[in-house]
């Protein structure tokens, strides 16, 4: 059984940065691919970025494309989301979960297995 950590969240001001981490453990982390989702208050959860299990694929979704950059280091069993040019719109709770690709795109209704998340607040 997999264990997720989310960590890196906090209050930034539009325009600013965050880098988010996440360690896995209970499981062989290299085997499966990694997302990043996030859930704003009131609204449902959405999926942002994934990651291929070797790191040679990344997918984002358009509100965060260009902005956001998810990499993975399976030596240490950790996940990252570097948030760039940030809005008011990203203020949510983050969360890592793990999952699968097919036929060469992430498999969203197979990521689960989710941590606690982590805040991150964009606001001035």
């Known amino acids: 059984q997999v264990q997720l950590v989310e960590s890196g969240g906090g209050l930034v001001q539009p325009g600013g940065s965050l880098r988010l981490s996440c360690v896995a453990s209970g499981d062989t982390f290299s085997n499966y691919a990694m997302a990043w989702f996030r859930q704003a208050p009131g609204k449902e959860r959405e999926w942002i970025a994934a990651?291929?299990?070797?790191?040679?694929?990344?997918d984002y979704s358009d509100p965060v494309e260009n902005r956001f950059t998810i990499a993975r280091d399976n030596a240490k069993n950790m996940v990252f989301l570097q948030m760039n040019a940030l809005k008011p719109e990203d203020t949510a709770v983050y969360y890592c979960?793990?999952?699968?690709?097919?036929?060469?795109?992430?498999?969203?209704?197979?990521?689960?297995?989710w941590g606690q998340g982590t805040q991150v607040t964009v606001s001035s």
């Open positions: 979960a793990r999952g699968d690709y097919y036929l060469g795109r992430p498999l969203l209704s197979s990521f689960g297995s």
């Open positions: 990651i291929s299990w070797n790191g040679g694929r990344a």
